[in-house]
């Protein structure tokens, strides 16, 4: 009964969302809107610099490491168990797949910033 509650909430929620999004006045976007202002004056350089892709990717990958990392630390608690076999077992396979997560990532160049 509780599943199915939850289930219902959660659908209910997610269709008002939608609805509520195609609701919404679709919001116009004028050039004056999108053109910096700097007090008055005419800008003195672009605001619209060039981002570099391979930085995005790189520090999308130092994000996602970092949250397996994190799921790491607290594993011993999580688990709820004192087989300390388990616990290694269970820790060893994580850092196995973010070895080899990283090895693969190495091997397809997403690591290196020439451009």
Same mark, same amino acid.
């Given at each position: ?12 929620? $997610? ?15 004028? =050039?004056? +809107? ?11 350089? @672009?605001?619209?610099?060039? /981002?570099?892709?391979?930085? /995005?990717?790189? $520090? ?9 990392? $994190?799921?790491? *630390?607290?594993?011993?608690? $999580? =688990?709820?168990? %004192?087989?300390?076999?388990?616990? *290694? ?11 080899? @997560? ?6 397809? +160049?997403?690591?290196?910033? %020439?451009?």
């Amino acid at each position: 009964m509780n599943l199915m509650l939850a289930l219902l909430t959660n659908l209910t929620l $997610a269709t008002l969302l939608v609805i509520i999004a195609f609701w919404l006045p679709q919001l116009n976007v004028y =050039s004056e +809107k999108t053109s910096p202002y700097e007090c008055g004056f005419d800008p003195m350089g @672009s605001a619209r610099l060039p /981002f570099s892709m391979k930085f /995005f990717l790189v $520090a999308i990958t130092f994000l996602l490491f970092d949250l397996e990392i $994190a799921l790491l *630390l607290p594993l011993p608690w $999580a =688990s709820q168990t %004192t087989n300390l076999n388990t616990m *290694l077992t269970m820790a060893l396979l994580l850092i196995f797949l973010l070895a080899v @997560s990283l090895a693969y990532e190495w091997t397809q +160049k997403g690591l290196e910033w %020439t451009e």
